[in-house]
């Protein structure tokens, strides 16, 4: 990948990919960024104190991450069409998969977070 390289090459440069650039561990060209540069954390604008966060799935979810993007579709269509059941697959749970595959975070898959108590 050009950008990793070229941040790998120039010590001062910055560069910006998506995490579903480099998030395929089964991949061994998406995993050799690691050893070569740093994942900067940027600061949590929602969180309480001054707290930094990672690109990680479960900080976009929590909205602690600032920097993402959202996806849209636009369906043209003015009857229930192939483009219709294609998006309405897209909002259920077998078509969330497919984004959370691709390390984007699903937008409708219903998750919970519970706190919890361990003990020894």
């Given at each position: 990948?050009?950008?990793?390289?070229?941040?790998?090459?120039?010590?001062?440069?910055?560069?910006?990919?998506?995490v579903?650039?480099?998030?395929?561990?089964?991949?061994?060209?998406?995993?050799?960024?690691?050893?070569?540069?740093?994942?900067?954390?940027?600061?949590?604008?929602?969180?309480?104190?001054?707290?930094?966060?990672?690109?990680?799935?479960?900080?976009?979810?929590?909205?602690?991450?600032?920097?993402?993007?959202?996806?849209?579709?636009?369906?043209?269509?003015?009857?229930?069409?192939?483009?219709?059941?294609?998006?309405?697959?897209?909002?259920?749970?077998?078509?969330?998969?497919?984004?959370?595959?691709?390390?984007?975070?699903?937008?409708?898959?219903?998750?919970?977070q519970?706190?919890?108590?361990?003990?020894?």
């Amino acid at each position: 990948m050009a950008v990793v390289d070229y941040v790998a090459d120039n010590p001062r440069a910055v560069g910006f990919i998506g995490v579903s650039w480099v998030g395929d561990r089964s991949d061994p060209g998406d995993t050799t960024f690691s050893g070569k540069v740093n994942v900067a954390a940027v600061e949590c604008t929602s969180c309480l104190g001054k707290t930094y966060v990672r690109p990680f799935q479960a900080n976009i979810a929590w909205k602690r991450y600032p920097m993402v993007r959202s996806l849209y579709y636009i369906l043209k269509e003015n009857y229930s069409g192939v483009g219709n059941n294609f998006a309405n697959f897209l909002q259920y749970e077998r078509g969330q998969l497919i984004f959370r595959k691709a390390y984007l975070w699903p937008a409708r898959m219903m998750l919970d977070q519970r706190q919890v108590e361990m003990s020894k």
